[in-house]
């Protein structure tokens, strides 16, 4: 079947007992990570091993594993670096961070140095504007770099050492980072001893404690109810509502009338809605018996048109929208463009 080790199994074993058993499926997202920590990437295989452990096919697991970017399809290194290019950060130096990055490893995007260390990637954004310019390792983030500290990084990366990132727990692999994605604990020595927020993660915190601004009725010890209990306490919480619902009044019946007729009884105009009177009203039916606006005329079934007339209007239609030609599109009339052209320099 595949190279995945007993170890593996047992934990995506453990993965899937998390979730009920009619929701197995939600297990996919901590499975792929789980395959990637052991291979360095989602190989066909790890698709293979997952399909196979949650019973679905190869597709469904493979349309999960191609739409998210934490999911790598080809060997990625032990580090994968991401330099953020987006807006925020571009204006404050990251392309040229990436740039030199780039020329300095003899990579580009998404490729992986010779000797399998460094992944190098540009990110779209890294959710770290008031940082920027800021690289990621392994999803740990590097604040306020420039080309200089980032080939710092790298380096130290290449030569066997773990740079302590500005904000998080101390730097760990591509591998060992997915591990904690699929939901296990670090249990490497002190792993989370280290790292703290950034200034400017905490200035939000100080203000709303500056100016007395809490969270109304919050209590952070509040336990999580299992879904059974939550389900429970909404369904006593509706029968509550129900019983504190006053008993609606009977309506009053109103007596017929009666008119001594036998016919059916026939809603009249002012009982439809008014988008069906203004419809018929438009374009009222031949079989309407009376009209729902003064004036409208009844129409009457007439002859149909004689096939030689269709043909007559066909080709007139023809003649007036003359084919399209060079891979424009129908309807593009040169001549008209040239016009427009020559209008717009005149009037210059």
Avoid: W
Wanted: charged share 25%.
């Amino acid at each position: 079947m595949s190279v995945f080790t007993e170890e593996t199994r047992a934990r995506a074993r453990e993965i899937v007992a998390r979730y009920p058993a009619d929701r197995s499926r939600s297990a996919l997202l901590p499975l792929l990570h789980l395959v990637q920590s052991e291979e360095g990437y989602v190989s066909p295989a790890g698709v293979e091993f997952c399909a196979e452990v949650l019973g679905l096919n190869k597709a469904q697991v493979g349309a999960v594993a191609t739409f998210y970017t934490m999911y790598k399809r080809r060997p990625t290194g032990d580090y994968l670096v991401s330099v953020c290019t987006n807006t925020m950060c571009n204006v404050l130096g990251g392309q040229d961070v990436y740039d030199t990055l780039a020329e300095h490893l003899g990579v580009g995007h998404d490729e992986t140095t010779a000797d399998g260390k460094i992944t190098l990637e540009h990110a779209e954004c890294l959710a770290a504007c008031d940082y920027g310019p800021v690289m990621t390792v392994n999803y740990d983030f590097f604040d306020g770099v420039d080309p200089q500290t980032a080939l710092g990084v790298v380096e130290d990366l290449r030569s066997g050492g773990r740079p302590m990132p500005t904000r998080g727990a101390r730097l760990c692999t591509l591998k060992e980072m997915s591990v904690q994605l699929a939901g296990f604990a670090d249990e490497r020595e002190g792993a989370v001893a280290d790292g703290g927020p950034g200034e400017p993660t905490l200035r939000g915190l100080r203000l709303a404690q500056q100016h007395g601004i809490s969270v109304p009725g919050f209590d952070p010890n509040t336990p999580i109810r299992s879904k059974a209990e939550a389900d429970k306490a909404a369904a006593e919480a509706k029968a509550r509502a129900e019983a504190a619902k006053p008993a609606p009044a009977p309506e009053p019946a109103t007596p017929k009338a009666a008119t001594g007729s036998t016919a059916p009884d026939v809603k009249a105009p002012d009982a439809k809605s008014p988008e069906v009177r203004a419809a018929e009203t438009r374009q009222p039916d031949a079989k309407t018996a009376v009209p729902d606006s003064p004036g409208t005329k009844v129409p009457v079934d007439g002859a149909p048109p004689a096939p030689r007339d269709a043909r007559a209007a066909e080709a007139e239609g023809a003649a007036a929208n003359t084919p399209a030609g060079d891979g424009k599109p129908a309807g593009d009339d040169a001549a008209a463009q040239e016009r427009s052209l020559k209008e717009a320099e005149a009037n210059k």
